[in-house]
């Protein structure tokens, strides 16, 4: 079992950055792939980024490459998920996920086993 807390979402204009951090506590953090994903009011939950567990892989949904980067911290217990450009349409719930062991779809929000409770990023024009 593991548990993830969010923090660092708020209330920006288009064009600032804000920086996301999942922590995590609980078993062995270097030992799972850990993503990010969003949830739109109204809509679906989609995926942003998502790290393997070395770090040595990075996936990034199109509509954010080039403008968020994802990291972790094994030392720290941490992902974090840097936003840079911020646009309205980034506007949603973000939540930061960890896989553990089996088959990992990084994309695939149904492939992770553990899930935080989530951060507001709000995106004013």
């Known amino acids: 079992q593991v548990q993830l807390v969010e923090s660092g979402g708020g209330l920006v204009q288009a064009g600032d950055s804000l920086r996301l951090t999942c922590a995590a506590s609980g078993r062995t953090f270097s030992n799972y792939n850990m993503g990010w994903f969003r949830q739109a009011p109204g809509k679906e939950r989609v995926f942003v980024a998502a790290?393997?567990?070395?770090?040595?892989?990075?996936y990034y949904a199109g509509s954010v490459k080039g403008r968020f980067t994802i990291s972790r911290d094994n030392a720290k217990n941490t992902v974090a998920l840097q936003m840079n450009s911020l646009k309205p349409e980034d506007t949603a719930v973000y939540s930061c996920a960890a896989k553990s062991n089996g088959v990992w779809n990084p994309r695939s929000d149904l492939t992770y086993d553990y899930w935080g409770q989530g951060t507001q990023v709000t995106v004013s024009s």
């Open positions: 790290i393997s567990w070395s770090g040595d892989s990075t």
